[in-house]
């Protein structure tokens, strides 16, 4: 075998050892082939994150990723921590789990209104009774304002 014909058989087989090296990678990386991490994840933000009291913020939760049908998450209560010693919970009325049919809810959108300042973390969960599925949490920063500057009028 020549020198050129030994450079080419080389290059062949190194093509060869990098295909199967990038078709593994390909095969182990969810993004590449579809598959996903099957347990959403959740964030937490707010519209605005600094205001002046009286402020009326607006949160909103979502769930990113993952199976639509991811059953754990599947009509869970829900429950709002305002950072400032209030929380609000709710629990949705939901049909039974069907895998492959049933859908989890992916946004969550509320108000609060902070009447005092403060610097306020915030904490969004999700529950099935006494259990915690998974949490998210931002801050809010809230400047006082005239009221709490100079006392109720």
């Not at 949705?92 to 509320?110: F, M, N, Q, V, W």
Request: glycine fraction near 8%.
């Amino acid at each position: 075998m020549n020198h050129r014909s030994r450079v080419r058989a080389w290059s062949a087989c190194a093509f060869g050892v990098a295909m199967s090296i990038a078709l593994a990678a390909q095969q182990k990386d969810p993004k590449k082939t579809g598959d996903s991490d099957p347990k959403p994840k959740l964030s937490l933000k707010a519209q605005p994150t600094m205001a002046i009291a009286p402020a009326r913020i607006v949160f909103s939760a979502e769930l990113a990723g993952g199976a639509n049908d991811y059953q754990e998450y599947y009509c869970p209560s829900v429950e709002w921590d305002w950072g400032d010693e209030t929380r609000s919970e709710s629990t949705l009325d939901c049909e039974p789990y069907e895998a492959g049919k049933s859908e989890i809810k992916r946004h969550y959108t509320i108000e609060h209104v902070y009447k005092h300042g403060g610097r306020f973390r915030v904490f969004f969960r999700l529950k099935r009774r006494d259990k915690s599925l998974g949490q998210a949490s931002t801050n809010v920063d809230v400047r006082p304002g005239l009221r709490d500057i100079g006392g109720d009028r």
